[in-house]
């Protein structure tokens, strides 16, 4: 594919900004159409950013002629429906993380995207986040090799509120979403699949009816360890931070940054053309679409990650 690709975008919250600022600086496309649920909103954020196309219904995008992808930044129970949706149209799809947020879920996706042929991605971020990728080049160098990773997913999220402090329509979860980042990125640096999962969570918040701290430990075949901690009533630092302990050196990861256990930074702004994983994320899935091949962490590379949740998931209406 050589000509434009013409994308529509689905929610301009936080995460949907994103995605429009990283596309920016992406030759080759083009954002033709942008819905959300708050018709004046979208529309002030359309006109920012040159978008022709504005509707608070997914299916008016899919409508539109000469579209060929859609980005979906929606919320999370509405990501394995509106991923079938884009692909049963005939559309390239990437969907925010998580894919799903049940089992059934992701595997119609991935039963879906073997039936088209169709590009059907998911933005598992820290695959892209340039701190990530040094350590995995390293990994793949035969450098470094992965024995423990330490994780601490921590946020304050007492009420319905989005990483810009704005009121959400909908409810965040620490396992369907936050979890997922760190199971699918310790397979992926392990090189190796999970074989043993478990977690504990903490009480159930009487207003949102979810988990606010939770405790997960993973152990890949080839017996590398992670330790998972989450929380929404962290009052502190926010964020995810990620140590990687190995055979040869100790990795802090926070984001696009990466230190040494010494906490000096290790310079990774030559790893790729940008320092933001989310545009990165975004090159991966139009470069996929132009060059007619499986992207990085795409629906059918990630569904392991959907297979622990599942597992995890039942451990823990088990323990209830």
């Known amino acids: 594919m050589s000509k434009t690709i013409k994308v529509a975008l689905a929610g301009a919250g936080a995460f949907g900004i994103k995605h429009l600022d990283g596309i920016k600086n992406i030759e080759g496309v083009e954002v033709v159409s942008l819905i959300s649920r708050d018709l004046e909103k979208t529309k002030e954020v359309a006109a920012k950013y040159g978008i022709g196309h ?7 995008s899919l409508a539109l002629p000469g579209l060929d992808a859609v980005i979906l930044c929606t919320p999370t129970q509405m990501h394995a429906e ?27 996706v991935v039963a879906e995207q073997k039936k088209t042929g169709l590009v059907a991605m998911c933005g598992h971020t820290r695959r892209f986040n340039p701190s990530h990728q040094y350590v995995n080049q390293q990994i793949t160098a035969g450098k470094f090799n992965i024995q423990q990773m330490d994780v601490q997913t921590y946020f304050f999220r007492r009420t319905n509120t989005n990483a810009l402090g704005q009121a959400r329509s ?19 640096q ?11 969570q903490g009480p159930i918040h009487p207003v949102l009816g979810i988990a606010m701290d939770m405790s997960i430990q993973l152990r890949a ?21 990620f ?32 320092m933001n994983g989310i ?22 590379r990630v569904l392991d990650c959907y297979r622990v949740l599942h597992q995890l998931e039942q451990q823990l209406a088990a323990q209830a």
Request: glycine share 6%; net charge negative.
């Open 279 to 300: 545009e990165l994320q975004d090159r991966e899935f139009f470069a996929a679409i132009k060059e007619g091949r499986e992207p990085n962490s795409s629906v059918g």
């Open 82 to 108: 509106q991923t079938l949706a884009c692909l049963k149209a005939g559309k390239h799809v990437q969907v925010e993380i998580p894919l799903a947020d049940s089992w059934a879920g992701a595997d119609a």
């Open 221 to 241: 075949a080839n017996g590398a360890i992670c330790t998972l901690s989450l929380s929404f009533n962290n009052d502190g630092p926010l964020g995810t931070y």
């Open 170 to 188: 909908w409810t965040d979860h620490l396992l369907w979403h936050h979890a997922a980042h760190t199971v699918d990125l310790f397979a992926y």
């Open 243 to 274: 140590r990687y302990i190995g055979d040869t050196a100790t990795y802090l990861a926070r984001y696009d940054d990466l230190f040494n256990g010494k906490e000096e930074k290790i310079d990774v702004s030559q790893v790729a053309v940008s």
């Open 54 to 60: 504005v509707t608070t219904e997914l299916s008016d």
């Open 190 to 200: 392990a090189n190796s699949p999970i074989v043993q999962a478990n977690a504990i």
